[in-house]
């Protein structure tokens, strides 16, 4: 029997590695990139309805409806399927708007997961992964979860060894930053000089192997953070009270504007998130560890972070 709704939690990411090439003909740049899911979860409950509707609650500013990217998620599965997309989706949002952390990409993963479960669509997760990669280049990422290196446009995704945990503070800003907006101005700073390329990414999955926090420190890196902080030039500080408050390293997490602090350990992290939150130099902090699973189904009764 079908059942009348379904609850998915999903995580936030950070890029622990973003590596950015040219642009393709497709208008897409070719990335190497290391993704990290984060136990920052945004929650669904997808239930059968009349017709599409999506909204959302916790933190205002996303779209509604067909213009979700969950609401576009479930007209795609029920294109597919060739039934009529009629589902109510309800989204609890932890993750940041326009935040560099793919926030909009889970809910299209958590989206599609909790429609296939709806109507009972007997979906393989590599044909998931692939209307998952139809609806933008980080949801494939947002399905799998852990760590995992992501090439192409980032939606062809690679699991990596090291499952050691990690302890971040997250900076949120007040305002979002525009993810084409940020490759554009990447482009302009390229056409207009040299701008350093984070390089690699051998050293840092050895790093992540080891397990050693302080040696993944040096190795993380982000060729979208000058551009992200030529934008929101503020950003400079922000990153810079990381280290000043005695975090291991402070980067741009994707096409910003959040900031990820990698520490030492949990406590650690809380006494540092303590102290970046009395600066106030951002809207909020957050204390999370990673690597979190990915989008998955919960149960009513399960307590859940
Ligand atoms: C930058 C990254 C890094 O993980 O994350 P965010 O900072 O957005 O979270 C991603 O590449 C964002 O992925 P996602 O947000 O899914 O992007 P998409 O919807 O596929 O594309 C939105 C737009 O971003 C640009 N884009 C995206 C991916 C890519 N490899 N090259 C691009 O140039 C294109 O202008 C595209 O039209
Ligand atoms: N479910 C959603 N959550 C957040 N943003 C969404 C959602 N659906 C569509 N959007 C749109 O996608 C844009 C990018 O959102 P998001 O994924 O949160 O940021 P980022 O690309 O920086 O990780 C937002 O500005 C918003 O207009």
Not at 198 to 211: E, F, M
Not at 220 to 228: S, Y
Not at 229 to 253: C, D, M, N, Y
Request: hydrophobic share 45%; net charge neutral; glycine share 14%.
């Amino acid at each position: 029997m079908t059942p009348g709704s379904v609850r998915v939690r999903v995580p936030a990411k950070i890029n622990l590695h973003l590596g950015v090439g040219e642009v393709r003909p497709d208008g897409f740049h070719e990335l190497v990139t290391v993704f990290h899911a984060v136990d920052l979860y945004d929650k669904l409950t997808v239930a059968n309805g009349k017709g599409l509707r999506v909204r959302t609650v916790g933190i205002a500013g996303a779209p509604a409806d067909g213009d979700n990217l969950a609401g576009r998620a479930a007209l795609l599965l029920a294109a597919h399927a060739g039934i009529p997309c009629d589902v109510r989706i309800e989204i609890v949002k932890t993750i940041p708007i326009a935040g560099g952390m793919a926030g909009g990409s889970a809910d299209a993963a958590a989206a599609l997961l909790g429609c296939a479960q709806l109507w009972n669509l007997e979906l393989t997760r590599a044909e998931l992964a692939g209307f998952a990669a139809e609806l933008g280049s980080d949801v494939p990422f947002a399905l799998t979860g852990g760590t995992a290196v992501g090439t192409g446009r980032g939606e062809l995704i690679a699991p990596v060894l090291g499952k050691h945990p990690l302890h971040w503070v997250l900076a949120i800003s007040d305002g979002g930053l525009s993810t084409p907006a940020v490759f554009a101005e990447l482009d302009r700073l390229r056409a207009a000089g040299d701008v350093p390329r984070v390089g690699g990414v051998t050293a840092l999955l050895a790093a992540l192997v080891s397990g050693d926090p302080g040696l993944l420190a040096s190795h993380l890196g982000n060729d979208m953070q000058a551009a992200a902080v030529s934008l929101q030039p503020h950003l400079r500080r922000v990153l810079f009270a990381g280290t000043q408050e005695g975090a291991l390293a402070s980067i741009v997490s994707g096409s910003g504007p959040t900031v990820a602090m990698l520490c030492r350990s949990a406590e650690h992290a809380a006494e540092v998130g303590i102290n970046i939150a009395g600066l106030g130099i951002c809207k909020s902090v957050r204390v999370v560890s990673g690597p979190a699973p990915g989008a998955r189904i919960i149960s009513d009764n399960e307590k859940s972070a």
